[in-house]
């Protein structure tokens, strides 16, 4: 991802619209307290691969149909609240292979139906319709709604939902359906341990509903009073934390599309120090994005060490005045980008440095490292928890190398130096949260060496001119933005031009 290059028009770029869906949170009383019901979600899925998560999914086609079919479901007065039960006990069925008794009970659905519904989601219509398959509308309640961030490629409204279960849980049936390759009954306390040492990865909305069931744990004496609090309460929504000590903050910026917005990181554990990385504030949204949570990490006790850029492109500097009248800290950054802020930068970030973040039980190590290749200078930061990105690899779209000061080699040197790394996550300055290191960086390696040899090959082959060179290195993606296309073609020139192996004449590339 990048600024925007010059003539291109990025006005009229919008964050998706949010489809409806549903999830369900099951619990049930074990021997040391309430468990709850989480599954591993298989690592070829697109969205959390390899995440903890409850069960559920989208509202799709069939249950909408349904709720013109189905009586129970058509004397519900909000349609989307009809459908988001049907998706809720259909996806029950599918990843699962539970249903709902008139007891209000969990039993097994008999194989042959669940094969037929994962076979033709409509069978699960069907089923009801005939009464081989009972609907309990009411045996979930809507504990709370959770919004997917605009930095993602696909939004959910998502609608939390909720079950205690009061009588023997049968085993679910994971065969045949391909969400989940495990499952395990655990106490929220100790899901919520095991993410704070980075053991497991859960979902940055279930994790905020994990914390707020543990708060409550010493105020009511069940589940089911804990789940009606927090339903009629329906508590705002609180912070995207990708990893333990990593707030995500998307900021509204003038970036590349598809991306709309710039993901500034409030590093640092509760009560203790923090730095700010790329709050990229150009606008009141995006300066009261930040001042809230700032206030959340005041109010716990925190401090603010300083703000942090990870290089000078336009959609990550914000606003310094700004934000240090928001609160007084100081500014970190490489010598290049320190260069470029009117400011200059406070402490000069060297590659290898170490940033300790005390905090009330410990501290938190992050190590700077200088990655150059889309930006000079270009910073990254990396710890247990994951490694904070900026625009060396992003969560939607693509990364640009500015053919003016960027450098394809160094680029794919610099990648492979990450990749090394093995990090736990990447927090990318654009997008959702990359929870497959390895295989996000063998995909980018891959790529942009195939784009650069074919650009080569061009030449070689005695196509000349940017535009053709251009035209034909992007033949396999005809939806690429022509001035982007033509930007990162040169940026391949360039890189070839530099390491002696084509040269240009009045404009013209010829191999040497």
């Known amino acids: 991802m990048s600024e925007p290059p010059r003539g291109m028009d990025?006005?009229?770029v919008e964050a998706r619209a949010a489809r409806p869906s549903a999830s369900l949170m099951l619990t049930r009383d074990g021997d040391e307290g309430v468990e709850l019901l989480l599954a591993r979600r298989v690592d070829e899925l697109p969205?959390?691969?390899g995440y903890w998560a409850f069960p559920g999914g989208g509202v799709g086609r069939v249950d909408r149909s349904a709720v013109e079919l189905i009586p129970l479901l058509t004397q519900m007065e909000d349609n989307v609240e009809a459908a988001t039960h049907a998706?809720?006990?259909?996806?029950?069925?599918?990843?699962?292979?539970?249903?709902?008794?008139?007891?209000g009970q969990l039993f097994r659905v008999e194989p042959a139906l669940r094969d037929r519904i994962l076979a033709d989601k409509s069978e699960w219509m069907k089923a009801v319709l005939s009464g081989d398959l009972p609907l309990q509308v009411d045996a979930f309640i809507e504990l709370t709604r959770r919004t997917t961030p605009e930095f993602a490629p696909m939004r959910f409204e998502n609608r939390f939902m909720f079950m205690h279960c009061t009588s023997e849980v049968p085993e679910p049936a994971l065969e045949g359906q391909t969400e989940f390759d495990e499952f395990r009954w655990i106490k929220p306390s100790i899901a919520l341990q095991e993410w704070y040492a980075n053991e497991i990865k859960i979902p940055p909305p279930i994790v905020t509903i994990l914390q707020e069931v543990v708060d409550l744990q010493s105020e009511f004496s069940?589940?089911?009073e804990i789940a009606d609090d927090i339903c009629l309460r329906q508590p705002p929504e609180r912070t995207i934390l990708f990893a333990p000590g990593v707030e995500c903050i998307p900021i509204p910026t003038a970036t590349l599309p598809p991306a709309t917005t710039t993901n500034s990181y409030l590093l640092g554990m509760a009560g203790g120090e923090h730095i700010l990385v790329d709050p990229a504030v150009r606008n009141e949204e995006g300066i009261a994005r930040i001042s809230r949570a700032l206030q959340r990490m005041s109010d716990s006790g925190g401090t603010l060490l300083a703000y942090l850029f990870t290089h000078r492109h336009m959609d990550h500097l914000g606003d310094i005045d700004a934000l240090l009248a928001l609160m007084p800290a100081e500014i970190w950054a490489s010598q290049e980008t320190a260069d470029?802020?009117?400011?200059?930068?406070?402490?000069?970030?060297?590659?290898?440095?170490i940033i300790v973040l005390k905090n009330p039980t410990g501290s938190s190590l992050w190590s700077a490292l200088i990655t150059p290749g889309h930006c000079p200078g270009h910073v990254c930061l990396n710890s247990e928890a994951g490694l904070v990105v900026g625009d060396m690899v992003a969560?939607?779209?693509t990364i640009l190398i500015p053919p003016a000061e960027g450098n394809m080699e160094v680029y794919l040197e610099q990648l492979q130096r990450l990749n090394n790394i093995n990090a736990h996550l990447l927090f990318p300055a654009h997008g959702p949260v990359l929870p497959l290191p390895k295989k996000v960086f063998k995909h980018y390696l891959k790529h942009r060496q195939i784009r650069h040899d074919k650009v080569l090959l061009i030449v070689e082959d005695g196509t000349s001119s940017l535009d053709e060179i251009a035209l034909l290195a992007y033949a396999d993606t005809p939806n690429a933005h022509p001035i982007l296309a033509r930007q990162q073609t040169l940026s391949h020139l360039l890189s070839w031009q530099r390491c002696s192996r084509i040269d240009s004449q009045d404009g013209l590339w010829s191999p040497l």
């Open 87 to 103: 998706g809720m006990h259909r996806e029950l069925v599918e990843e699962l292979g539970f249903a709902v008794s008139e007891k």
């Open 47 to 49: 969205a959390f691969p």
């Open 10 to 12: 990025i006005h009229g």
């Open 395 to 397: 969560g939607i779209g």
């Open 222 to 224: 069940s589940m089911q």
């Open 340 to 353: 470029a802020l009117s400011t200059g930068a406070s402490r000069i970030l060297l590659d290898g440095d």
